[in-house]
């Protein structure tokens, strides 16, 4: 991998490709490599190519989130932006406690116009964030960055307004509309 990398700095990708399979033949569930290899080949705008070794990461590691995140990335690149949103919707159901998956969610529904769907996850995020200040007992799977919740909390706050009456979490107080405001 570093090696891969050393390529990749001085400028030769192709290189770099062929460090980046070989990490891969060493070991099968090397998640990084997968990363790597997807991502050099999303640079190379070689995006069929990208989404197979995504493809091939993922069901080696299906685990991993950062492959996920940019299986979503890829998805919408190549223009399919519904089946992106369906890989971070399963992300988020499978990594309730991951930030990054819910700020890419979020980021990507509301570029497409699904304000509810955004507001969800940044209601989530901004969840995360508090009960990580309040307790150490349950931890986000990864820190919230101070700019992330900044931003989630300021969409939040503009969502809840565009939102309106159709936000399904307006009230909240039982447990299913505790789950829908991110209380879950």
Not at 21 to 48: G, H, M, N, P, W
Not at 117 to 126: D, G, K, T
């Amino acid at each position: 991998m570093s090696t891969g990398r050393a390529f990749l700095r001085a400028g030769d990708p192709g290189s770099a490709l062929a460090y980046f399979r070989e990490a891969i033949q060493v070991d099968r569930r090397f998640a990084v490599a997968y990363e790597e290899l997807a991502s050099l080949y999303l640079t190379r705008e070689q995006l069929s190519t990208a989404l197979e070794v995504l493809r091939a990461g993922l069901r080696r590691r299906p685990d991993h989130i950062p492959l996920h995140l940019l299986l979503a990335r890829a998805l919408r690149d190549q223009g399919a932006a519904d089946e992106a949103i369906d890989v971070l919707r399963d992300l988020v159901r499978q990594e309730p406690r991951s930030v990054a998956a819910h700020a890419q969610r979020a980021a990507f529904a509301r570029d497409r116009g699904a304000w509810a769907e955004a507001l969800s996850s940044y209601r989530a995020i901004v969840f995360l964030a508090e009960e990580a200040e309040r307790s150490a007992t349950a931890p986000p799977r990864e820190e919230v960055p101070e700019a992330t919740l900044r931003e989630a909390r300021e969409h939040v706050a503009a969502l809840s307004l565009l939102v309106g009456e159709v936000d399904p979490a307006r009230r909240c107080g039982s447990p299913v509309r505790d789950a829908l405001c991110g209380r879950n």
